[in-house]
């Protein structure tokens, strides 16, 4: 890596933030979560306080000085910002709070890199409009983007318009405030989503690039990646449909600017209504010219195999893109307690695939491991196995740059802190300085410093050279 690659960690502000309704904020689609328990989830927590990074942002930030961080990325809640969504009315005290925090990074030294949209869809326009399912939310986004991008253009340089927006139709309460109308099918239920989170990008990518025709913009993938579990052939193009929905599907459209070839086939055939208006598909033509790079999270690599007993290959896709499919354990890596597969070379997989389909700068704005890190009784954390994890991620970073030449823009650890999970869990962590709190409600919210925290330091100091996990702590 050069001297001008980023290094740093991400959150997400509404699992962290706690500081519940303070300062007009309303309430969001994160708050209101029924959790089901994921695998290996045995506890939950809620969101009055989290990590209460709302109090702590500036203990926090300082922590990140301390590392040599060079970037950071974190969310502006929108349900903090416009607490309704729908009426235009724009709670000063919220855009102040973000104001406050960029300024503390810039003032560390740290670029802020702004996400938009991270599970914080204002309650009221899930409720009340059914969220991205009806198009006049698009518009209520954009709204919201234009006046944060007007209040931050000078601040601000990397923008991403939109969390892991390829989830949305497979997490839909909590991606787009959604959740699939009676007697609508699967494919028009994900077809739906999928336009109007593609243009809700779209019109944010224009939004800020209005304010600040410099700013660096991208959209954001979840990106897992996805090999087939045998060499049958029936597997493999199994897990090409697979990867082209999950993975490709997104970006093809930001990129491109236009919907590919093989989803407008699976809609006509599955007889899905996919006419939009021409000024809608202008606009999202108009914003991929304007894309700057590409960001994603990489957590996990997966296995796919066709279906035993289904013959008709349109119910195969269905299968695939919507049916339970078997959770398939790859016998080639390992797991974390919670079944997320540990692959470190599927990381430089996806960067060599992503940079040689999309030809844009990359950059890795997710990646960590949840661990159920314990506190020692002298205040410290040896999380060794997250150390490990990080080791064999950012030597295949190294990889991808300097064997494969693949153009990266930085590398974003997930996190600096403990916070809740997507899944409200404490218990589940992923920081590199422990929070002292716990699920049942305790913990004086200190913050200590784990083993990987100093590691991670040295990382960062040698611009990912020094890898070894040697540090005194």
Request: negative net charge.
């Amino acid at each position: 890596m050069n001297k001008d690659f980023l290094w740093g960690a991400a959150l997400s502000n509404v699992q962290a933030e706690g500081g519940y309704l303070e300062d007009g904020k309303g309430l969001n689609v994160y708050d209101t979560l029924e959790i089901s328990f994921e695998t290996g989830q045995s506890t939950l927590s809620d969101t009055t306080v989290a990590a209460d990074h709302y109090h702590h942002y500036k203990e926090d930030i300082a922590h990140m000085k301390e590392m040599g961080f060079t970037a950071y990325r974190f969310s502006i809640v929108w349900s903090r910002i416009h607490p309704q969504g729908d009426d235009g009315k724009t709670n000063e005290a919220g855009l102040a709070y973000y104001e406050d925090m960029i300024d503390e990074l810039l003032k560390a030294g740290i670029e802020p890199v702004v996400s938009l949209v991270h599970f914080d869809m204002p309650d009221y326009l899930r409720v009340h409009y059914n969220g991205f399912m009806d198009r006049r939310v698009v518009d209520f986004y954009a709204d919201h983007v234009a006046v944060v991008a007007k209040r931050f253009k000078d601040k601000v340089k990397y923008w991403i318009t939109y969390n892991e927006v390829n989830t949305a139709s497979f997490g839909p309460r909590l991606v787009a405030g959604a959740q699939q109308p009676e007697n609508m099918s699967d494919a028009q239920f994900h077809a739906t989503l999928t336009h109007h989170t593609q243009l809700a990008h779209a019109k944010a990518v224009l939004a800020i690039k209005k304010e600040n025709p410099n700013a660096m913009v991208s959209g954001m993938d979840a990106y897992g990646s996805i090999y087939p579990f045998t060499c049958k052939p029936e597997d493999v193009q199994a897990a090409r449909f697979a990867d082209n929905m999950n993975n490709n599907l997104t970006f093809d459209v930001m990129v491109n600017g236009e919907y590919p070839s093989y989803y407008l086939a699976y809609l006509q055939n599955k007889g899905v209504d996919f006419n939009h208006p021409q000024d809608e598909l202008d606009i999202i033509k108009e914003a991929s010219q304007k894309l700057d790079f590409l960001a994603f999270s990489y957590y996990q690599s997966l296995v796919v195999k066709a279906p035993e007993g289904i013959e008709d290959p349109l119910e195969v896709q269905d299968y695939l893109l919507f049916g339970a499919r078997e959770k398939l354990s790859n016998p080639y890596v390992t797991a974390n307690e919670w079944g997320w597969q540990i692959d470190p070379m599927g990381l430089r997989y996806a960067l060599d695939t992503l940079y040689e389909r999309y030809h844009k700068p990359l950059f890795i704005v997710e990646n960590g491991i949840g661990i159920d890190d314990q506190l020692t009784e002298d205040k410290k954390v040896y999380d060794d196995d997250r150390i490990s994890y990080y080791q064999g991620h950012i030597k295949n970073i190294s990889d991808a740059i300097e064997l494969d030449g693949v153009e990266m823009i930085g590398y974003l650890a997930w996190a600096p802190i403990d916070f809740l999970s997507s899944h409200k869990e404490m218990r589940k962590r992923y920081g590199f300085v422990f929070i002292d709190r716990y699920d049942d409600g305790t913990g004086t919210l200190a913050r200590y410093p784990k083993k990987s925290y100093y590691w991670y330091k040295k990382v960062i100091a040698s611009q990912g050279k020094d890898l070894e996990n040697d540090i005194e702590y």
